[in-house]
């Protein structure tokens, strides 16, 4: 090849490059439509778009139908859609106009609404303590498996010693007979005993916590190997590992716990914590946590966001609330005279005009289709993801006043006279 030809050539090779180099390809981002969650009845999803479409119109389309037109700000947008029929499928498409007026398309996204939960349940009840004792209260309960379950409270029983009884604040049932134990604590005057114990959690590897008003028992593989002195005057807490735990109770006062020392992060006055709960928000990837309060003349709801707590709106609760549970970043529940629910975002609660679901001492649940609340006379009532329905048996000489659910078991319990009863139901 001639010299010369060859030296222009490897300039234009390295003026090609160059430019390459100084001005690389731009990819364009696309909208992404996506499924944050399903229920049987509805669907949330997650509107992604590029910086510079925003802010844009944007039009749902349901199976080809128009079902919302809004006008977004953000690059990402959660976008909730009601009414839906259970177990059906449905397409989803969004078309966007962003500032150039070029409209542009989302991906299809295909959902299948959940099917409603089953309600087969087995049901068996057992009794605490001695009947001829005036106390013997279950306060809270704790659902391993269904051969692994932990209650606390206090329960009194006869026996030989000099006070003709003894008293014990923990049970566990190993699937075929309940052992009673007592879990000690730091009390007053530097003595230690069995006080009753208000809550129980459970924590990660095996670990176990258990609340009284004078600090907190761990336990790992029935083994109780710590005893915290804090926090006091507590009934209620939540955590998710040995450093990280929030509690309330008296006073108003709400405690953090970071690893190290506990503070105080809110005082919310002249009322009585009872309630607090926390679950994690995938969508946000943090824990949505929740505390329930009140006096005799009104209720109160917080929330909590590591340190920072701010008070939750009770515009539609017309009477004093006993409990609240929550579905991380989709619903919140009151249980009351009635039960009221609302989405977060919403400032009013609505609630369920059922006139037999009413007396109500406790709401929980593990989805979105299946809730389940707990009455002062015995009945349980369950949300499968479409209706509400009564379980069976029912006795008014029950009283429940809280109820747990771990998958296919439910723990219901409360108190039938002076004794203290667990009702065990799977599915």
């Known amino acids: 090849m001639n010299i010369r030809y060859l030296h222009i050539l490897l300039l234009l090779t390295g003026v090609i490059l160059t430019g390459c180099k100084d001005n690389p390809v731009t990819v364009t981002a696309e909208p992404e439509l996506s499924t944050d969650e399903v229920s049987c009845t509805e669907v949330w999803l997650e509107l992604k778009l590029p910086h510079e479409k925003i802010p844009a119109e944007v039009k749902l389309l349901q199976d080809n139908q128009e079902i919302q037109n809004l006008r977004v ?10 009414s839906l029929e259970p177990s059906r499928n449905y397409t989803f498409l969004a078309l966007i106009t962003p500032p150039d007026n070029k409209t542009v398309f989302s991906n299809n996204k295909e959902i299948r609404t959940l099917t409603p939960s089953g309600r087969i349940f087995n049901f068996r009840k057992h009794y605490f303590g001695e009947a001829g004792f005036s106390y013997n209260n279950i306060n809270d309960a704790a659902i391993i498996n269904e051969n692994d379950i932990w209650i606390a409270g206090r329960f009194a029983l006869r026996d030989t010693n000099i ?15 309940w052992e009673y134990r007592q879990l000690w604590f730091h009390l007053t005057g530097g003595f230690t005993g069995f006080p009753e114990i208000n809550k129980v959690i459970l ?51 709400i405690y953090r716990y970071d690893g190290n020392v506990w503070h105080e992060i809110y005082n919310a006055g002249d009322i009585t914590f009872n309630k607090i709960y926390g679950s994690y928000n995938k969508r946000n990837k943090s824990y949505e946590i929740i505390a329930h309060g009140g006096n ?20 539609g609760v017309t009477d004093i609330a006993y409990d609240v549970w929550l579905y991380p970043g989709k619903k919140q529940y009151l249980a009351g005279q009635v039960l009221y629910y609302k989405n977060p975002e919403d400032t009013v609660w609505s609630n369920i005009p059922d006139p ?13 289709n299946d809730i389940f609340v707990a009455t002062t006379y015995d009945r349980i009532y369950h949300f499968n993801g479409v209706d509400w329905y009564r379980l069976y048996p029912w006795n008014s000489s029950f009283d429940y006043n809280k109820i747990k659910v771990k998958n296919n078991i439910i723990v219901a319990f409360g108190h039938y006279y002076n004794q203290g009863f667990v009702n065990i139901i799977t599915r």
């Open 296 to 315: 005799v003349s009104a209720s109160r709801v917080f929330s909590i966001s590591e340190d920072e707590v701010t008070e939750i709106s009770m515009k």
């Open 203 to 253: 924590l990660p590897d095996d670990k176990i916590a258990f609340l009284s008003g004078h600090g907190i028992a761990f336990m790992k593989n029935g083994v109780q190997y710590r005893t915290d002195k804090e926090p006091l005057w507590t009934n209620a807490f939540w955590g998710t590992d040995t450093s990280n735990f929030y509690a309330c109770g008296s006073f108003g006062k």
């Open 163 to 177: 006070n003709g009884m003894s008293d014990y604040n923990a049970a566990h049932w190993d699937g075929r007979k």
């Open 73 to 82: 700000f953000t690059e990402d947008t959660l976008l909730y859609v009601r």
């Open 356 to 368: 037999d679901m009413i007396s109500l001492a406790s709401v929980t649940g593990s989805a979105l």
